[in-house]
């Protein structure tokens, strides 16, 4: 079935300091979310990608789709104490028949910061 | 606007014992998931819920079953819960399955089964 592959599984970075996650699939993807959350806390929305090549952007988080779409990457630049917590892709899981249901979550990156 | 509300929040369970998970939405969303967690496992799709009446297994469905009250409300059921079936259930709507919607979770359920 659909998996979906995420790196790294930790990241610790000094406060200031970038952090990217990446996030791998097996199969091309037709669209890919991200998702945050906090520590104790609930997956929370952050964006959407659908076009090959995509690239956006929400303050210093900026969102990648790749050509071939199977690949998409996070990056925060100048992390802050606020940005901890744990990053997922996900994209949309099909079921035996072919039709789209859920989604398919990677395991996450854990985003550890240093004061 | 509550979102998506779970209950209870935590809950200890003994092997055996059964119990239901409740999960209801207020933003008129057609589909609702269920998910657990597990410590490095991500999440995973347990039972989803295309529209009201409908419903289908996800990837961990073994020891489950759900029902879709209304179009608000989608339950989880544990009938004879395992120590396998510890974690934190996460319940979800959006507009419609699959496509470019994007996700809503609830706080969650955090079960312990000795």
């Known amino acids: 079935g659909q998996q979906v592959m995420q790196i790294p599984q930790y990241q610790h970075v000094q406060e200031g300091e970038d952090f990217t996650t990446y996030c791998n699939s097996s199969t091309t993807l037709s669209n890919i979310q991200w998702y945050k959350q906090r520590p104790g806390g609930h997956p929370v929305f952050l964006i959407q990608?659908?076009?090959?090549?995509e690239v956006k952007k929400q303050k210093r988080l900026t969102f990648q789709f790749g050509e071939a779409k199977k690949n998409s990457s996070l990056h925060i630049t100048a992390t802050q104490t606020t940005d901890v917590g744990t990053y997922f892709c996900?994209?949309?899981?099909?079921?035996?028949?072919?039709?789209?249901?859920?989604?398919?979550f990677g395991k996450g990156t854990h985003l550890i910061i240093q004061p | 606007n509550a979102g998506v509300t779970q209950t209870p929040k935590f809950q200890v369970l003994k092997t055996g014992q059964s119990m239901t998970l409740q999960c209801a939405q207020d933003?008129?969303?057609?589909?609702m998931y269920w998910y657990r967690q597990d410590p490095g496992m991500g999440l995973r799709l347990i039972y989803y819920?295309?529209?009201?009446?409908?419903?289908d297994k996800g990837e961990v469905p073994n020891g489950y079953n759900v029902s879709r009250l209304n179009k608000r409300e989608f339950s989880l059921r544990l009938e004879s819960a395992a120590p396998s079936q510890t974690s934190v259930y996460f319940c979800?709507?959006?507009?419609?399955?699959?496509?470019?919607?994007?996700?809503?979770f609830g706080p969650g359920t955090r079960l312990t089964v000795t």
């Open positions: 979800a709507s959006s507009v419609v399955q699959g496509a470019t919607y994007e996700q809503y």
């Open positions: 819920s295309a529209s009201e009446g409908t419903t």
């Open positions: 990608l659908v076009k090959s090549g």
């Open positions: 996900a994209g949309l899981r099909y079921n035996s028949g072919g039709g789209a249901d859920g989604l398919t």
């Open positions: 933003m008129n969303h057609n589909s």
